[in-house]
């Protein structure tokens, strides 16, 4: 189906980027839903077009509206700094008749009350500072007709749900709610729904799956062995591109360090990071000036970068979908993708955890010139008992003379 037939007004299918001629599966289920006004509870694979599933309607309800009227008319919630500014820009781009305010963490704050000053008809935000804004009385939410929560169940997760909730409050509720995931716990379905009144629920892909066009190869490794393997298979293979994805900030910063010093052109990316540096670094990987990117993640959830042909798990998520938006970050569009994950003994209920989310069982393949000497776990304690209690009793300690050895008493 093309977007000629999805009933959009001339404005928005006039500044649509070249290559969108047929909607999506997403996008033509979706658009039409929200364009009658309906709730929306929307599942679709990442890389499907979600965002353009919801900004289209969005823009064009506004424009309908009244575009001239000097109030914020929707607003788009969404969980990470990065995402945010993606979708402003999406937004921004295909209706510029149509005000679009992006609000966030680690940029000044008194320049976004600034820029609040040109009256936006629709905000994007992240929870932190959309709340702080609100409860500092620099914007107001009584006109929102329309509310997007895009990562939806990232947002309804205990990090973001407690903002959400503040949140909601200052928005009429009486208002068109559209929520928008590639994955959705069965434990968040519940509030999901309660978020949303007579909704209509549409998947374009079953719940949880990956992308079809995504190679997916995971290899058994020691522990101790994953930046030597990691920095082996991009000298290897050359890759135009890498996004390498590590679970603690601190650990993306040692491990692009020992890139470098293998002469590999990389660099970190997490949250402890200043926004300008954020923001510079995923411009230069983006337009390949830089070639690897270690990232938490921060990247996992929406962000966008054309052709990106190669994703490496060095550890796998605890978090199982997090499996499944971190990989999604290839093979978007259409296009196919590579996704390795260097897998450990000690990463065993991790990775069942994500065969029981996607419904697939994985084999686990050697890596060439790795050779696997590290023991599966056995569940049991390698130390006795006694010496755990002697441990705790070390901890109770809180000086030297404590330590002493004790004296016999003299009877």
């Known amino acids: 189906m093309k977007f ?26 979706a658009i039409p839903a929200v364009l009658a006004g309906k709730d929306l509870l929307a599942l679709a694979q990442t890389g499907s077009g979600k965002t353009f599933a919801f900004a289209l309607p969005l823009l064009q309800s506004i424009i309908k509206d009244d575009a001239n009227n000097c109030a914020i008319k929707a607003l788009v919630i969404v969980p990470t700094r990065e995402l945010a500014q993606q979708v402003g820009e999406v937004l921004q781009s295909v209706s510029a008749s ?7 963490g680690g940029v000044d704050k008194a320049e976004q009350i600034r820029g609040l000053e040109s009256n936006p008809q629709l905000v994007v935000a992240t929870p932190g500072r959309l709340l702080d ?24 997760e205990m990090g973001f749900w407690p903002d959400l909730e503040c949140i909601l409050k200052f928005i009429p509720s009486q208002r068109q709610t559209l929520l928008f995931s590639a994955t959705l716990a069965p434990a968040l379905n519940e ?42 298979l991009i000298q290897q293979h050359q890759w135009s591109q890498v996004l390498v994805f590590i679970n603690a900030k601190d650990d ?44 938490t993640d921060l990247l996992s959830r929406g962000i966008h ?26 093979a978007r569009a259409g296009d196919e993708g590579l996704a390795i994950s260097l897998v ?41 008992p006694r010496d755990k209690k002697a441990n705790r009793r070390s901890l109770n300690k809180r000086s030297a003379k404590d330590f002493a050895a004790k004296r016999p008493r003299r009877t």
């Not at 299918?13 to 289920?29: F, G, K, M, W």
């Not at 620099?138 to 990232?154: G, I, M, N, T, W």
């Not at 997490?270 to 540096?277: E, M, N, Y």
């Not at 990106?308 to 970050?329: K, M």
């Open 191 to 232: 509030k999901a729904l309660g978020l949303l009144r007579a909704p209509v629920k549409v998947e374009a892909h079953a719940a949880n799956s990956v992308v079809s066009d995504i190679n997916e190869s995971l290899y058994l490794v020691n522990k101790g062995d994953k930046a030597r393997a990691l920095t082996a």
């Open 305 to 330: 970068v054309d052709a990106l042909p190669v994703v490496i798990n060095l550890d796998l998520p605890s978090s199982a979908p997090v499996y499944v938006h971190r990989i999604g970050r290839t």
């Open 98 to 104: 149509i005000e679009v305010a992006v609000l966030c």
């Open 252 to 295: 993306a910063d040692k491990l692009a360090k020992r890139l470098v010093k293998a002469g590999i052109n990389a660099s970190a990316l997490h949250g402890d990071k200043d926004q300008l540096d954020r923001q510079q670094t995923l411009a230069d990987f983006k337009a390949l000036k830089l070639p690897v990117l270690v990232t």
């Open 133 to 156: 804004l609100l409860r500092e009385q620099q914007l107001s939410l009584e006109s929102v007709k329309q509310l997007v929560l895009d990562e939806a169940d990232r947002l309804m």
């Open 344 to 384: 450990c003994h000690g990463e065993a209920d991790s990775l069942k955890a994500i065969e029981m989310l996607t419904q697939r069982e994985f084999k686990l393949e050697t890596l060439q010139g790795f050779e696997v000497t590290d023991k599966p776990s056995s569940g049991e304690s390698k130390r006795a």
């Open 4 to 29: 000629s037939e999805l009933n959009l007004c001339t404005e928005i299918l006039s500044n649509l980027p070249n290559n969108l001629v047929a909607a999506t599966d997403i996008q033509r289920l």
